[in-house]
């Protein structure tokens, strides 16, 4: 695929996000938008947080690029 493939695929990604998003109520779409943990379904306030990730398991299995 061509840098331009990748674009078009991207920014169709993001397009069809958004129709989905237009097609819910606005209370549904706060919700959906509010973001949700992928591990337990919980509000997260802080993005930069992964509570499923763990880092012995992950340093254990050669972790950091080693």
Known sequence: ????????????????????LSRLCPACRAEAES???????????DRGVNEGFDMERFLALGGEGS
């Open 1 to 20: 695929m061509t840098h331009r493939d990748y674009l078009w695929c991207a920014v169709n990604l993001v397009l069809d996000g958004e129709e989905e």
């Open 35 to 45: 973001g949700r943990c992928p591990v337990c379904g919980g509000a997260v306030e």
